[in-house]
């Protein structure tokens, strides 16, 4: 029932004319009067007080806040009773604690686990998100987000955790997120470089602060490379990472940057520069050529990049950030056309394990004002999503034995596509396929290899089973090999006949290290390095 303030009047007060009683009774007024706004006013000194209390205190008060009057701001994202993740920069202490809360709030969608830690100690927190969230789900492939690789670019850091947000909160209301996270693992890794970041600084645009790890390596200089040999000692954030994939068949992968506004996919290296080999002057103009340097998957890899630009709200008009800098057809570039690099991720993501990663940069600006974060928001949320869903295109299945018995780390290529990959310790497998007739070669070692043709459409995933005979036994052929294996196809222990063994992972044909342009020292080395680390602190 509502509280009928007209039945509360009072009546006019009839004030006496004498100066005493009227002197007094104008100080009682005025008392009367000026008694709301000090009110008020201690009100809002209690209200500021208690926005400053430490986070462990806020603890205590965060029933309080979570009543206050609509119009206030919202309580921040890491108390454990959050609700909503505000538009700010977190730091490794506030992330840690959403991670922590979200965890705790949703442990039937998510999972936290840290995959190692920086060079300063920080751990390098990994939130599984998933209907499946502690164990593989057989048939369900795994896809992942690595945000913050260079500290100073932090906007897909912060988008990741809002991308965490959305899925746990929208999971009963929104059919194509229950349909994602009831058919995928996904795994987002928020930052990658945290130490970078402590000591970034927000609204600056370009420039290498934070960038590089503690000890001043960039990360995404420090994996192995396919085309030119990267002798720069290893760090334990890329020693983490590199340990995570191997044990983890991931399918599908984004790399979030910042400084450019585009989707760039592998290669990222060329080997370009080994046919220049007179001087390292010579090398250093043949690395900026901006030769495209393709993978036998350039169709899936330019899709890929595509389902994320044309999802963004502006990517796909290919518009420049800066007069200065290049706009990108489609808001897609091939890496080593855009400016090679040694040692990245993405290449290396895709030819040692045959998971196909790009790079997506998402912002003009690598460390813009917090306000600006909404915004990113609303333009990145369709991207990572759909992207994600791209796991289930193309070819899935299993390799058998006769009996019916998975066979673990088969190795498998799709026919004229030299990048290969390997079945889970369930025999699955993933391939990420655009429509068209297809044939897949399988190898294990102790069976007769195999081939077997399929078609792939638009509508869903081909589903394909291969079962594997065991190699026949076989008299007299060929001599014996390392480890009883026979040289050329052979008899082995027990009379088997094996095949020349498949190597772990199908990769192309090897090309020679450059000569001179890897070795090369002196001034025109020292520049050709210098003006490939300007180019990055500008673009990425």
């Keep these: 029932?509502?509280?009928?303030?007209?039945?509360?009047?009072?009546?006019?007060?009839?004030?006496?004319?004498?100066?005493?009683?009227?002197g007094h009774q104008l100080q009682l007024q005025?008392?009367?009067?000026?008694?709301?706004?000090?009110?008020?006013?201690?009100?809002?000194?209690?209200?500021?007080?208690?926005?400053?209390?430490?986070?462990?205190?806020?603890?205590?008060?965060?029933?309080?806040?979570?009543?206050?009057?609509?119009?206030?701001?919202?309580?921040?994202?890491?108390?454990?009773?959050?609700?909503?993740l505000d538009f700010v920069y977190h730091d490794h202490e506030e992330l840690t604690r959403f991670l922590r809360a979200t965890s705790a709030r949703y442990p039937n969608l998510t999972a936290l686990y840290s995959i190692g830690k920086s060079i300063q100690g920080r751990d390098l927190w990994v939130m599984v998100v998933s209907s499946s969230p502690y164990e593989h789900m057989v048939g369900k492939p795994d896809v992942k987000y690595v945000g913050n690789i260079h500290g100073n670019e932090p906007v897909g850091r912060e988008?990741?955790?809002?991308?965490?947000?959305?899925?746990?909160?929208?999971?009963s209301s929104d059919q194509y997120v229950k349909w994602l996270l009831d058919n995928t693992r996904i795994h987002i890794l928020p930052t990658m470089n945290p130490d970078g970041y402590a000591v970034s600084k927000e609204g600056t645009c370009d420039g290498g602060q934070g960038r590089y790890n503690a000890r001043g390596f960039d990360l995404n200089r420090n994996f192995p490379d396919y085309f030119k040999q990267n002798n720069k000692r290893g760090q334990p954030e890329t020693d983490s990472v590199k340990d995570w994939i191997s044990k983890i068949q991931f399918v599908l992968s984004g790399s979030l940057h910042g400084g450019a506004l585009v989707a760039s996919y592998p290669y990222d290296n060329t080997p370009n520069s080994r046919i220049c080999r007179s001087s390292a002057l010579c090398a250093m103009f043949q690395t900026y050529s901006a030769a495209p340097s393709l993978?036998?998957?350039?169709d899936v890899f330019k899709h890929l990049s595509l389902v994320y630009a044309r999802n963004h709200a502006k990517m796909s008009r290919g518009v420049a950030c800066k007069s200065a800098t290049p706009a990108f057809e489609n808001g897609i570039t091939n890496g080593a056309a855009w400016y090679p690099l040694t040692g990245g991720m993405q290449d290396y993501n895709y030819v040692w394990y045959g998971c196909m990663e790009i790079t997506l940069e998402i912002s003009c600006c690598k460390f813009p004002p917090a306000y600006e974060l909404k915004k990113y928001w609303e333009d990145n949320q369709l991207s990572l999503i759909k992207f994600l869903a791209e796991a289930h295109r193309g070819v899935q299945g299993f390799v058998f034995d006769p009996a019916g018995m998975p066979i673990e780390r088969a190795s498998i290529k799709i026919k004229g596509r030299d990048v290969g990959f390997q079945t889970?310790?369930?025999?699955?497998?993933?391939?990420?396929?655009?429509?068209?007739?297809?044939?897949?070669?399988?190898?294990?070692?102790?069976?007769?290899?195999r081939e077997v043709e399929f078609v792939i459409v638009e509508q869903h995933p081909t589903l394909l089973n291969v079962t594997l005979q065991p190699s026949k036994r076989l008299e007299g052929i060929g001599p014996m090999g390392p480890g009883g294996v026979a040289v050329g196809g052979g008899v082995g222990p027990g009379g088997l006949y094996?095949?020349?063994?498949?190597?772990?992972?199908?990769?192309?044909?090897?090309?020679?290290?450059?000569?001179?342009?890897?070795?090369?020292?002196g001034i025109f080395s020292t520049i050709s390095n210098g003006l490939n680390s300007l180019y990055s602190n500008i673009f990425g």
Excluded at 424 to 445: C, D, M, N, Q
Aim: hydrophobic letters at 40%; glycine letters at 4%.
């Design 1 to 22: 029932m509502a509280f009928d303030h007209s039945q509360t009047r009072r009546r006019p007060t009839m004030i006496l004319r004498t100066p005493l009683v009227a």
């Design 295 to 298: 993978t036998p998957d350039d």
């Design 498 to 521: 094996r095949p020349i063994p498949a190597p772990q992972h199908y990769r192309p044909p090897v090309p020679p290290y450059a000569g001179a342009a890897s070795s090369d020292s």
């Design 30 to 84: 005025l008392r009367l009067l000026l008694l709301p706004s000090v009110l008020l006013i201690l009100l809002h000194l209690l209200l500021c007080d208690a926005k400053t209390v430490n986070p462990g205190d806020a603890m205590q008060m965060q029933h309080h806040q979570m009543t206050a009057e609509p119009g206030l701001p919202e309580p921040r994202a890491y108390m454990p009773d959050a609700q909503h």
């Design 159 to 171: 988008m990741l955790l809002h991308l965490i947000q959305y899925f746990v909160t929208s999971y």
């Design 424 to 449: 889970t310790k369930y025999g699955e497998f993933w391939r990420i396929l655009l429509p068209g007739y297809y044939k897949v070669e399988v190898f294990a070692e102790g069976f007769a290899p």
